[in-house]
């Protein structure tokens, strides 16, 4: 069973940077696609970035540009680089992993494996 946990959350002015971290444990399959959601206070939940096992990644067009979907080379971390960041990408940040894809995808439905969440908060 997989496993996924969050972190690099913080409080940062508009403008700043953060770099959240997903570290995967467990049984993890070969084909793969992992994702970084967030679910901002009073909105539906969205997807971000994706990253599938055949190295294609996928954006969320209001943060194409300014954040990163990455892994380490062994695929234990996915990571979310996030530059410029606005007020509007205060949210509580999911990463989610499948064994049923093997592209990117910020579909939902896809992901069967999700982490605890990490809160990002920017002010101006």
């Known amino acids: 069973q997989v496993q996924l946990v969050e972190s690099g959350g913080d409080s940062v002015q508009a403008g700043g940077s953060l770099q959240l971290s997903c570290k995967v444990s467990?049984?993890?399959?070969?084909?793969?696609?992992m994702g970084w959601f967030r679910h901002p206070p009073g909105k539906e939940r969205e997807g971000v970035a994706g990253i599938g096992s055949d190295g294609f990644t996928s954006y969320e067009d209001s943060v194409r540009g300014r954040f990163t979907v990455s892994q380490d080379n062994a695929r234990t971390t996915l990571y979310l680089q996030m530059n410029s960041l606005k007020t509007d990408d205060t949210a509580m940040y999911y990463c989610a992993a499948s064994g049923r894809c093997v592209s990117s995808t910020l579909a939902t439905g896809w992901y069967d494996t999700w982490g605890q969440g990490t809160q990002v908060t920017v002010s101006s």
């Open positions: 467990g049984d993890f399959p070969s084909t793969y696609c």
